[in-house]
């Protein structure tokens, strides 16, 4: 016996009476299919529970399992006394679920506990589930700061431990969708909530979990989006089933996209091993981009692939475009990796004799020395990409006023204190927070005075 249901549900405080105090009634669409799924559950008298929850311990590379016999949770944060669960927890399960996390070389497990309280993103799902089916112990899981796909991975080693237990388990993927749907919800507006919810819909509709590994990291961060991991997760747990979608609702009257959505198991389906065909479109997409890599990336990722290989700096090769061998101009090399940032550094002025010295400079640095990460290792060098910018003359200006997110970068300067941040960055909107982050990266604080210079830049993708 392995997985015999999954749900995706939101978990908004208000839905519940007590809290909502008649509010409840506006999203009236969402309770009813709560209670469908409810209902469905218990019909599958599922000996264990496993959720997923955005609000449970998050760390950046581990994902969290809740460790002990039981736990309670209340609604207290909420303005709500006498509101207390209390759930058993399958201990059996989360041994299981740790070894095989390990062996498949997920970081995930029990340490780190700051709080042992069920969480609102468990405890409302739980309150549903409750009123029609108590038999089953619990599995309550944090998400992480790990790649997509990896919390698809994760999943797959759900399915395999209800498995291995011959347990049957229902997953709940507890997780709203975007949280700026409307001007006057509580994170504001923003065109890519409802974009991001169209697109998350789809895929509940119609069972293709692929969409959730192919939305653009941009358009997540700018919708405010709350469950794509626990999702992912919930995905990677039917991992090769076949499944009947069913989409029981979506609304989002106060802002915030609710959508619930059930998953019915109706056999086995080897085309859906959505972590294959992701990573195989991965490579494939790595591999056109190689193909088309102007001069300036390609000559960056020759520079760190040739470093981690032989430890030596390259010479410039004979064939660069004249500008890279004549000029001198400031470099920055960004790295990315599955979409995430891996390295990056880069210098205000040039150092060096021409922008190809520059480029291999920075190149091996941002793989190697970035503070924020560890090296890069070879084994890393496949997923990676690759951006240059060059640097024109900085030019000290006035006023904030002058300068443009877009356009140009920013230079920041208090006493020795210097800080850089490039334009057109993803997650930078406006001119505030340019400065802000700026000021951050030099150490200055946010209230102090700042002399400013702004550059433009050529990027080379």
Known sequence: MS??????????????????????????????????????????????IVVTTPHSILYSDYFHISPGSKAVGDLRQFGVRNSMLEAEYDKEFVKRLEKNAQE???????????????????????????????????????????????????GKCIAKTAEQLNRKTVFIASGDLSHRLTEDGPYGYQPEGPAFDQKVIHAMETGNFLDFFTLDPELCEKAGECGLRSFLIMA???????????????????????????????????????????????????????IHEDPYVRLARTALESYLATRKHIKPPVNLPQEMMTERAGVFVSIKKFGQLRGCIGTIAPVTKNIAEEIIMNAISSGTDDPRFPPVTAAELPDLTYSVDVLSPAEPIHSPAQL??????????KDYRRGLLLPNLEGVDNVEQQIAIAKQKAGIRKDETVSLERFEVVRHL
């Open 3 to 48: 997985i015999i249901g999954a749900f995706i549900v939101p978990h908004p405080p208000i839905i519940l009476p007590e809290i909502g105090k008649g509010e409840e009634k506006k999203i009236q669409k969402t309770i009813d299919s709560y209670r469908t799924a409810a209902k469905s559950i218990a019909e599958l008298a599922p000996e264990t």
């Open 104 to 154: 498949a070389l997920i970081s995930a497990g029990t340490l780190g506990e700051r709080n042992p309280e069920i969480d609102h993103g468990t405890l409302i799902p739980l309150k549903f589930i409750n009123e029609c089916w108590t038999s089953y112990k619990l599995v309550r899981i944090g998400l992480s700061g790990e790649r997509l796909v990896t919390h698809y991975q994760f």
């Open 236 to 290: 990677g747990a039917l991992d090769g089933q076949s499944v009947r979608p069913t989409l029981l609702s979506y609304e989002g009257p106060f802002g915030v996209g609710y959508g619930v959505a059930a998953f019915e198991i109706t056999g086995k389906d080897e085309n859906r091993h959505y972590d294959r065909v992701y990573e195989q479109i991965e490579k494939d997409r790595l591999a056109e981009m190689k």
């Open 404 to 413: 443009n997110v877009k356009r140009y970068g920013v230079i920041v300067s």
